[in-house]
T-cell receptor, first 117, second 112 residues
């Protein structure tokens, strides 16, 4: 089955610096790659996503890049702020049935991002 | 537009008991997935429902079962609870494949 590895497990940056989180996936059939932010006591919140036919996507301070050949995708956060502190998860989506179109997300193990003043 | 709502928010059960968790999907979403998130780990896929039928299942035993109703809301049932079932149970809904999925805040289940 699909396996998603995520690095680093913890990341500490100074306010205003950039943060980069990297993930690799194992199944070349994966077709959708979302990133989620999870704050304490809350569910995961989608912050950006990218589909397999796109190499890069940007939304204000957040960007995601996808390298299908290397099966690698990364989250880039620029001009980090204290409110960016949270656990970030990458995920890869793969269809689990030939018919019906169902997909499931396989998550990485998470990155605890701490933005220090 | 309301998001995904889950109930209850917290629950304590005794080993061997049964539990039912509930989820109301986001307006316009017809697909519901359930995930289990153990402390310090990423969510693990349990199963997905589409048009009231199970559409796919992860590596969870049959004592984990579910339902989806005509209004697309869903239930997760767990029988014969074990201590290792203690986790945050997340519901996610979507209007299409492969996403995006909107997650609820989860139900924190503690089995003692």
């Amino acid at each position: 089955g699909e396996n998603v590895e995520q690095h680093p497990s913890t990341l500490s940056v100074q306010e205003g610096d950039s943060a980069v989180i990297k993930c690799t996936y194992s199944d070349s059939a994966s077709n959708y790659f979302p990133w989620y932010k999870q704050e304490l006591g809350k569910g995961p919140q989608l912050i950006i996503d990218i589909r397999s036919n796109v190499g890069e996507k940007k939304d204000q301070r957040i960007a995601v890049t996808l390298n299908k050949t290397a099966k690698h995708f990364s989250l880039h956060i620029t001009e980090t702020q204290p409110e960016d502190s949270a656990v970030y998860f990458c995920a890869a989506s793969i269809r689990f049935k030939l018919t019906g179109g169902g997909n499931k997300l396989t998550f990485g193990t998470g990155t605890q991002l701490k933005v220090e003043l | 537009e309301t998001g995904v709502t889950q109930s209850p928010t917290h629950l304590i059960k005794t080993r061997g008991q049964q539990v039912t968790l509930r989820c109301s999907s986001q307006s316009g979403h017809n697909t519901v997935s359930w995930y289990q998130q153990a402390l310090g780990q990423g969510p693990q896929f349990i199963f997905q429902y589409y048009r009231e039928e199970e559409n796919g299942r992860g590596n969870f035993p049959p004592r984990f079962s579910g339902l989806q109703f005509p209004n697309y809301s869903s239930e997760l049932n767990v029988n014969a609870l074990e201590l290792d079932d203690s986790a945050l149970y997340l519901c996610a809904s979507s209007s299409g494949q492969p996403g995006p999925y909107t997650f609820g805040s989860g139900t924190r289940l503690t089995v003692v």
